[in-house]
């Protein structure tokens, strides 16, 4: 939008938290909050974008380097909210329009709310939009104090009178501002209060004894404008987000057994029919297909998914593809960049590191494979190990189709089993084995009689 700037406060030290994470990088629902805070404020299209930082200056510059585009200013000591808007007199003095203000703490703000706040402030021509809630506890907030309709001032908890604290009406601490003889205004301001701090919402009742228009804007949903200042608060608003992430799966077709458990990030995406049982969880950008059934205890991170997969008890997923019709677990670990084809099964205790497991292949039981690539129809005997690392390099095993590995087989990497060979039970594979090939590495059994009786006389 044109002549828009946006001002985030993220300098304080967010005491409540008792944490030595900078408050702002806490995560809501696996993502800091402060990126929330980003992501609905880049939707406005500012001209420019500038977070104060003090408490920590440093790590919050660092966790959001990728950010292009973003102007920090430090500062420092943190004096209050409107000390903190000062701070950024260098950067907007020189610009025109106007600056939306909004806190690194409340993460939930829509840019549907931010496109009304500066529609209500243009069309109104306003000096000073509030965006306001009223809510059910208004505890910690500063109250909305009104004279007839209009908005007189706002009064912080700690500074107000008995009556003022029955006021529902609460400041977001999300403001617009004209630039145009703001800093004048903010630096008018004095901390004349409970906390010894330079409060910006005092700023509403000097424009109003100047004449100037101030306006407010509600939320539809007050819920948005929750703030985050202790653990307890960081986990109620998690709670909303998650809520929302699975309410919008079950209106979609996904059956969630018990929501209150069930953990999907934002952004993975499960298709209809799909069965969620309690306590799974799905994270980052995780896709999963149509009628799949994902068992309780199951985290699956960064994967892909087809459709009727069932993923069952404790198995673990990550950064891997497991195709149509797959059945993984219980207990099962999969990871970096394995891909399973349609039909393959991978019971418990089994292990697939990087590894290709082809069509319809299967491995049961209590194995290790890392670095493999194994083709259709392979069945993998319980116990098997790719030996895939000789301590300098990691090596890859190739099983070709049809291959059948006996139980307890060690392969060393590198190595090839051909197609449809034959792997004795107790193998260790050093050489390639031919395909339709049998390999057997023990040597011939030896049966020695009477052995026990004659231990035991010895004894005795
Ligand atoms: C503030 C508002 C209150 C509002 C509430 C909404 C003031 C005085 N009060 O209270 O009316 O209802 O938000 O959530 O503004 N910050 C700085 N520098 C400072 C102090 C704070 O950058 O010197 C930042 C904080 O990091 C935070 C934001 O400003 O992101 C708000 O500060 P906080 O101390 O959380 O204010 P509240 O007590 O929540
Ligand atoms: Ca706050």
Redesign the pocket.
């Known amino acids: 939008m044109s002549h828009l700037h946006i001002v985030i ?4 030290k ?1 005491t409540r938290m008792k944490s030595t994470l900078p ?2 990088l806490h995560q809501v629902a696996g993502v800091p909050m402060i990126e929330r805070v980003l992501a609905s404020a880049a939707r406005l299209e500012p001209q420019s974008t500038t977070l ?1 930082v ?1 408490h920590q200056a440093e790590n919050v510059r660092t966790a959001l380097s990728r950010h292009a585009g973003l102007t920090f200013v430090v ?1 420092e000591p ?4 409107a ?2 808007l000062l701070t950024t007199e260098s950067v907007l003095a020189s610009k025109r329009g106007l600056v939306v203000l909004l ?4 993460p939930l703000l829509t840019t549907n709310t931010l496109e009304n706040l500066v529609q209500t402030h243009r069309q109104a021509g306003a000096a000073a939009t509030v965006v306001t809630a009223v809510v059910e506890d208004p505890h ?3 109250r909305i104090v009104r004279d007839g309709e209009r908005i007189a001032q ?1 009064v ?1 908890e700690k500074d107000a009178t008995p009556a003022e604290r029955q006021i529902r009406e ?4 999300i403001y617009a501002f004209e630039l145009d003889g703001l800093f004048d205004a903010v630096r008018s301001i004095a901390s004349e209060n409970a906390q010894r ?1 330079y ?3 005092d700023l509403v009742s000097i424009y109003r004894r100047r004449g100037l228009g101030v306006e407010t804007v509600g939320v539809e949903d007050a819920r948005e ?1 929750l ?1 985050i ?1 202790s653990r307890v608060e960081l986990a109620a608003v998690s709670t909303i987000v998650r809520q929302t992430k699975n309410s919008e799966l079950m209106a979609a077709g996904v059956t969630i057994e018990d929501p209150a458990t069930t953990y999907v990030d934002a952004d993975a995406q499960i298709g209809a029919d799909t069965i969620l049982h309690p306590c799974v969880f799905i994270e980052r950008g995780t896709v999963i297909g149509a009628g799949c059934e994902i068992h309780s205890g199951a985290r699956i991170v960064a994967s892909r998914l087809g459709d009727r997969v069932t993923v069952l008890n404790h198995t673990i997923i990550t950064d891997s593809r497991l195709e149509d019709g797959v059945s993984a677990g219980p207990f099962a670990h999969i990871r970096n960049d394995t891909v399973v084809a349609p039909g393959a099964k991978i019971g418990n205790f089994v292990e697939l590191k990087k590894t290709a497991l082809g069509r319809g292949s299967k491995s049961m039981h209590l194995a290790y494979l890392g670095d493999a690539v194994i083709g259709e129809r392979v069945n993998i005997g319980a116990g098997t190990i790719t030996c895939n690392y000789d301590g300098t390099r990691k090596q890859t095993t190739t099983i070709e189709d049809g291959a059948f590995i006996g139980s307890d087989t060690q392969l060393i990497a590198p190595v090839t089993v051909g197609a449809n060979a034959y792997v004795g039970t107790g193998t260790t594979v050093r050489e390639n084995v031919p395909g339709g090939a049998l390999a057997v590495s023990a040597g011939k059994q030896r049966n020695i009689d009477g052995w026990v009786e004659r231990k035991r006389t010895k004894k005795n």
């Open positions: 406060l993220a300098a304080g967010g408050k702002v104060v003090g500062q943190q004096l209050g909210t000390h903190a806190s690194g703490d409340v910690g907030y500063g706002i912080e609460i400041n977001s601490g701090e409060y910006l919402p404008i703030g200042n």
